[in-house]
């Protein structure tokens, strides 16, 4: 069993980072594989509505210059997703959100692949619009079918320089407790 998360920070081991390696650390206690993607330093761009992989159905983006098609493989091999972001201007970032669009139309064009999966969001903020972000990420696993576990709080940790997070207690918690109710999950219906 396994699950990639992505991170869709512009800032390679920031918070966001930090947090999602706390969920991470609860899945391999429970024997699962897991592994880091970070989007920072990496192209990646927003879906040209081309509809090409409606056509094509072969699990790719026509646009093949970038991350893309690495991440939706990446997407194809494993049972769970995470998916972290920093808040910028109360949502994702850019970034990530070229991450939704596209691997979430290339999945839809091939029969909704990402079905019954395991997906969970964490989102990183210094102050407010984090659950703006947290709603967009979701809306992505909903639509796409997966099936998405919870935490003792919206999976949200606060800070704003790079490892502040760590001084939110509850913040570290909630990723705690989602890798456990992620790791929970997929033994019930990946196993
Ligand atoms: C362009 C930009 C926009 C941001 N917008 C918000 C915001 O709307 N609300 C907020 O609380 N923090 C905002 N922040 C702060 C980040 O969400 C916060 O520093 C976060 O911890 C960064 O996570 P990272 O270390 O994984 O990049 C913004 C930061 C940047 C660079």
């Given at each position: 069993m396994k699950v990639i998360a992505f991170n869709g920070s512009a800032r390679k081991d920031g918070n966001t980072a930090i947090l999602l390696n706390y969920v991470l650390s609860e899945l391999q206690n429970e024997g699962i594989e897991t592994e880091l993607f970070q989007l920072a330093g990496k192209e990646i761009r927003g879906c040209m509505a081309c509809r090409k992989c409606f056509q094509n159905k072969d699990m790719r983006c026509v646009v093949n210059t970038d991350v893309l098609n690495e991440c939706v493989e990446k997407?194809?091999?494993?049972?769970?997703?995470?998916?972290g972001s920093p808040t910028y201007f109360s949502d994702v970032t850019t970034e990530m959100k070229a991450l939704i669009d596209r691997s979430g139309y290339v999945a839809r064009a091939n029969g909704h692949t990402f079905k019954h999966k395991v997906g969970a969001a964490v989102v990183a903020?210094?102050?407010?619009?984090?659950i703006h972000a947290f709603d967009t990420?979701?809306?992505f696993f909903l639509v796409n079918q997966l099936i998405v576990p919870g935490s003792s709080y919206w999976n949200i940790g606060i800070g704003r320089k790079k490892g502040e997070v760590?001084?939110?207690?509850?913040?570290?918690q909630?990723?705690?407790?989602l890798g456990q109710n992620m790791a929970w999950l997929l033994k019930k219906?990946?196993?």
């Open positions: 997407m194809s091999e494993a049972d769970g997703i995470l998916l903020v210094r102050r407010a619009g984090s990420i979701n809306h760590e001084k939110d207690e509850e913040g570290i909630t990723m705690k407790t219906t990946h196993a």
